[in-house]
Nanobody, 120 residues
Framework: QVQLAESGGGLVQPGGSLTLSCAAS????????MGWYRQAPGNQRELVAR???????TYADFARGRFTISRDNAMNTVYLQMTNLKPDDTAVYYC??????????????WGQGTQVTVSA
């Protein structure tokens, strides 16, 4: 199986920055895509950014220009650099991956989530 482990969340003041990390581990054959979603209380989970093999990157409108997604393929790790954070960015951020594993199977995997709180 595959596990996704996030780190880097925390409390930050408005206008501040945070970088989230997510490392995939397990019997990974290859990673199709990795990305970040977020869910604020009372809201549905929404896409923040996604990086696919071949260099394709998608950002939500609210993330474009402030957030940057990047991957370290050798380490099976995806990062989310967040700048100019706003109180509306407060949410639990989840790592997501579409991953081939056990040489022949693929599935969608989720991390456990990391809390990001933007408050003065």
């Amino acid at each position: 199986q595959v596990q996704l482990a996030e780190s880097g969340g925390g409390l930050v003041q408005p206008g501040g920055s945070l970088t989230l990390s997510c490392a995939a581990s397990g019997n990974i054959f290859s990673i199709i895509s990795m990305g970040w979603y977020r869910q604020a209380p009372g809201n549905q989970r929404e896409l923040v950014a996604r990086s696919t093999n071949g260099g394709g990157i998608t950002y939500a409108d609210f993330a474009r220009g402030r957030f940057t997604i990047s991957r370290d393929n050798a380490m099976n790790t995806v990062y989310l650099q967040m700048t100019n954070l706003k109180p509306d960015d407060t949410a639990v951020y989840y790592c997501n991956g579409y991953i081939y594993y056990n040489m022949k199977e693929w599935n969608e995997f989720w991390g456990q989530g990391t809390q990001v709180t933007v408050s003065a």
